[in-house]
T-cell receptor, first 112, second 117 residues
Framework: SQKIEQNSEALNIQEGKTATLTCNYT??????LQWYRQDPGRGPVFLLL?????KEKRKERLKVTFDTTLKQSLFHITASQPADSATYLC???????????FGTGTRLKVLA | NAGVMQNPRHLVRRRGQEARLRCSPM?????VYWYRQLPEEGLKFMVY????????ESGMPKERFSAEFPKEGPSILRIQQVVRGDSAAYFC???????????????FGPGTRLTVL
């Protein structure tokens, strides 16, 4: 069955450093992958979408890569700030449908 | 421009009661999705609706759960005879074009936290 893995352990990094979060998947060939941010007690907020034929996508301090050979996406936040502290979810399109399957998320904490 | 609205934000029910969760999509959006999130688990797709139509309910339990999106008014997720295992956060999302637009962004509401005693 389709499976998405995100590191369930929290990631703590120092302010100003680059945070890198990983999303691995198996039994999948998604055409699209999305990253969301979720703060405690709130709904997810869309950040970026990347297509299978795009290796990299950037938006301000955010960068996403999509390696269909490794079946992995990396999410980078450069010059991280305490305000970036949140849980980050990856979501993969399920088999050519409109449905996205979500990972469990990785909690990021940026230390001042 | 209001975002996706959900109410109530918190709902407490006793076992056997009914829970009704409401979702008003963003203005101009006619596609609604419902998800359930358990602690330490990912968002699980439940159902996708357009106005007056259920498009895909493959993620929704066959019994006790139902959803609707009437021509007028909010989308409703209804859980009958709730059990403790129904305790979770329920999120609604809306999008502009839905099916056929696989890159369409889903905008999420703040969620309803259901607690079953």
């Amino acid at each position: 069955s389709q499976k998405i893995e995100q590191n369930s352990e929290a990631l703590n990094i120092q302010e100003g450093k680059t945070a890198t979060l990983t999303c691995n998947y198996t039994n999948y060939s998604p055409a699209y992958l999305q990253w969301y941010r979720q703060d405690p007690g709130r709904g997810p907020v869309f950040l970026l979408l990347i297509r299978e034929n795009e290796k990299e996508k950037r938006k301000e301090r955010l960068k996403v890569t999509f390696d269909t050979t490794l079946k992995q996406s990396l999410f980078h936040i450069t010059a991280s700030q305490p305000a970036d502290s949140a849980t980050y979810l990856c979501a993969l399109e399920s088999s050519g449908t409109y449905k996205y399957i979500f990972g469990t998320g990785t909690r990021l904490k940026v230390l001042a | 421009n209001a975002g996706v609205m959900q109410n109530p934000r918190h709902l407490v029910r006793r076992r056997g009661q009914e829970a009704r969760l409401r979702c008003s999509p963003m203005k101009g959006h006619s596609h609604v999705y419902w998800y359930r999130q358990l602690p330490e688990e990912g968002l699980k797709f439940m159902v996708y609706l357009q106005k007056e139509n259920i498009i895909d309910e493959s993620g929704m339990p066959k019994e006790r759960f139902s959803a609707e999106f009437p021509k007028e008014g909010p989308s409703i997720l209804r859980i009958q005879q709730v059990v403790r295992g129904d305790s979770a956060a329920y999120f609604c999302a809306s999008s502009f074009s839905g099916t056929g637009a696989r890159t369409d962004t889903q905008y999420f509401g703040p969620g309803t936290r259901l607690t079953v005693l």
